[in-house]
């Protein structure tokens, strides 16, 4: 297969992940860099391709057949929309956008320039969250009946010390629980309303710490969650699934699927049911472990994002699909700054 020529937007912490995966990914073809700063014009070099500190320039130049946007969120609407009129399709970091009224003029582009614009919500290529879609579609916990969700963790305060990530635009509801969001869609259907309180206790940023959530599924389900960047404790994604070494393993599951007939721990995939078909508290409950073997997310969407480009395959999470994931998690907002439930 001819590989895929693929250039990058944006090449600060997410950026260089991508550029690590494409150097890994036979299928595709790494041909150049752009960043506003040319202080990263070093991090092209590593990667033997030109570095470009205008991005229009790079996409005039190069014409890269797919552009990975890995901007800050606030910069993602223009690049994307100036890739795509330039014949590329693109992989844009999640969320979209930050707005749904940015993320419908890019939805429009994308139909008039018939480029695909795929969404980097990762967590989809990995296997596990794909069993754990096949569980609970399929009827293995019988009727879904609630969904509890949990990213709770203390962001180190360093982290904070670069002023923007004490913004609402980089608070935890933005930045973390869109992922959460997405993952609870994919796996059991579509968020239909929702109820929020948020709070900011421990360090007084504008940003928001800690969210509660009240949520109702299409299918009839219930589900809570709680979000926290100010917490110690082992319960968030990071610590179950051990994605990233900068985060220590804790092992520990951080949701539950909740059904009829059985339940199911996510995400190292723990299925519970009850010995007979009476179902009854008294009977006992087993455990079964249903995990998979492990695989990397980026290269998994790296190597769809190609097969995409060439025709092979259809998105796994197109724009549509990812605005929906970008509407519900800005309902959070709507909902605990008006007290009322939102309806999606």
């Not at 929702?194 to 299918?219: D, P, W, Y």
């Not at 709680?226 to 994605?243: I, M, N, R, V, Y």
Request: charged letters at 25%; a negative charge.
């Amino acid at each position: 297969m001819t590989s895929v020529r693929l250039a990058l937007i944006g090449a600060g912490r997410i950026g260089v992940r991508h550029l690590e995966t494409i150097a890994q990914v036979e299928e595709a073809d790494l041909v150049a860099v752009a960043d506003a700063s040319p202080t990263v014009k070093g991090i092209a070099e590593r990667y033997g391709v030109t570095f470009y500190d205008n991005y229009k320039a790079m996409l005039a130049e190069v014409k890269p057949d797919g552009v990975i946007v890995a901007t800050p969120t606030e910069l993602h609407l223009a690049p994307a929309l100036a890739a795509l009129e330039n014949g590329a399709h693109v992989l844009i970091e999640k969320p979209i956008t930050g707005t749904l009224g940015e993320a419908q003029i890019l939805i429009e582009k994308s139909r008039a320039t018939q480029r695909e614009v795929l969404v980097g919500h990762h967590r989809r290529y990995y296997p596990f969250v794909h069993k754990a879609r096949e569980i609970v579609r399929s009827g293995g916990l019988g009727q879904l009946v609630a969904v509890n969700g949990q990213w709770t963790l203390r962001k180190a305060d360093s982290y904070f010390d670069q002023v923007w990530r004490q913004k609402r635009e980089a608070g935890p509801i933005l930045i973390n629980l869109i992922h959460e969001f997405d993952c609870l869609r994919y796996v059991c259907g579509e968020i239909t309303s929702l109820s929020a309180e948020l709070a900011s206790t421990v360090r007084g940023h504008e940003k928001e710490e800690t969210a509660a959530i009240i949520l109702r599924f299409e299918n009839g389900a219930l589900g809570t969650f709680l979000l926290s960047d100010s917490a110690a404790s082992p319960w968030a994604w990071e610590f179950g699934f051990h994605e990233n070494p900068e985060f220590p393993p804790a092992h520990q599951n951080a949701s539950r699927f909740v059904g009829d007939s059985a339940s199911l721990e996510f995400p190292n995939l723990k299925l519970w049911r009850h010995d007979d078909t009476a179902r009854g508290w008294n009977t006992p409950l087993r455990s079964e472990d249903k995990s998979c073997t492990p695989e990397d997310a980026y290269i998994n969407q790296c190597k769809h994002f190609c097969r995409v480009i060439q025709g092979e395959e259809a998105p796994r999470i197109t724009a549509e699909d990812a605005t929906r994931s970008l509407q519900a998690t800005l309902a959070v907002f709507d909902a605990a700054e008006s007290g009322q439930r939102i309806t999606l």
